[in-house]
């Protein structure tokens, strides 16, 4: 060991243990809240993948590093970084592991479907679907589980028709999505539902390669059609939209339990429906919507951060969830503030990787606060709190059902 290698480590922090925990409710992750207590940077060793990486969770540090070039997701292709997923197999050319310029071209092509326009398309079918589900739920009578009549299927009738999956589909995809997501089935079942579902986007996307259509794999076929993007590139990028457009389930499973345990929060945005937006946006600063941290980055030379240098090749994470508690930022940021203004959380991330359905995410949010607290006036959990059964082994946070009664 060189001798500036040991004068680095002496400086360093310590690197602190990340254990994965299976956490319940909406309570913040007791590991993170200590790792911010010890400093803005630290050090931290998850439970899979190899070394150690560098943790930022001031809001201003995160910022920086998910947009400066200096760190890299297309370099931790290779590398067998300490992480919590206990299978890591990132596909070559997915738009997750590129770089600008490459992350920009991909985006590009899809980035229609995606803006305020491209989401208004979506909005009337959205809460006709949204509609007919209530309906079901209403004419069954209660009890029910929230999350299986409703909060599960919502997102993926709307993620599969913004994508332009046929409805006699969802249900397959759904599949998919829960064994890719879960670290509990072992990293052949994931690989193979990961495989199974690119092999159906690669038939869509390519039977779609002159379409006009204003649907994702259209937009996707349409872009290979012309040479802009490869087929492999494109059903990449349609398997990450179609994944992420179920994370709906588990922030909006957070959102009514947080609502249906702090009735006082959802008696307020009924006798005030107008400021239902704002306090959807604090809603989602507020939950936990993962487990530890998610996606790495390589930092490709040496860079200061508040007096640590991070060497190039050292992997660093951020956490979001810990940058939307930053008090600098959010004051009393542990209080639900309705009225909190500005708010600029970080919750569907920062930079050019800021997560593309944000703007459908909030729509989906919107329509569900709608629909189930004004059609519903009195939901109300039918189990104590602490009987909802939370997902274990997920990468995400989220009831496994919603037991309710009204």
Known sequence: MSEETETITET???????????????????????????????????????????????????????????????????????RLAPHF???????????PPDHNRLRRS???????RGVERVREKSRRMLDELVDELLRAGPPADLTATVLSPFPIAVICELMGVP?????????????????SHGAEVSERAKEEMGAYFADLIGARENSTGADVTSLLGAAVGRGEVTLQEAVGLAVLLQIGGEAVTNNSGQMFYLLLTRPELAERLRAEPEIRPQAIDELLRYIPHRNAVGLSRIATQDVEIRGHTVRAGDAIYVSYLAANRDPEIFPDPETIDFGRSPNPHVAFGFGPHYCPGGMLGRLESELLVDALLDRLPGLRLAVAPEEVPFKKGALIRGPEALPVTW
Do not use: C
């Open 110 to 116: 899809v980035a229609a479907a995606f803006t305020a």
């Open 12 to 82: 360093a922090p310590p690197v602190r243990q990340w254990p994965a925990l299976d956490l319940t409710g909406v309570d913040f992750d007791p590991v993170l809240r200590r790792l911010m207590n010890e400093g803005p940077v630290t050090r931290i060793q998850l439970p899979n993948g190899e070394g150690w990486a560098w943790l930022v969770t001031r809001y201003d540090d995160v910022r920086l590093v998910t947009n400066d070039p200096r760190f890299s997701r297309e370099a931790v292709m290779d590398r067998p970084v300490t």
């Open 167 to 183: 409805a006699a589909d969802r249900h397959g995809m759904h599949t998919w999505t829960q064994l890719i997501l879960s670290s």
């Open 89 to 99: 197999i990132p596909a070559r050319g997915a738009v997750g592991f590129l770089d």
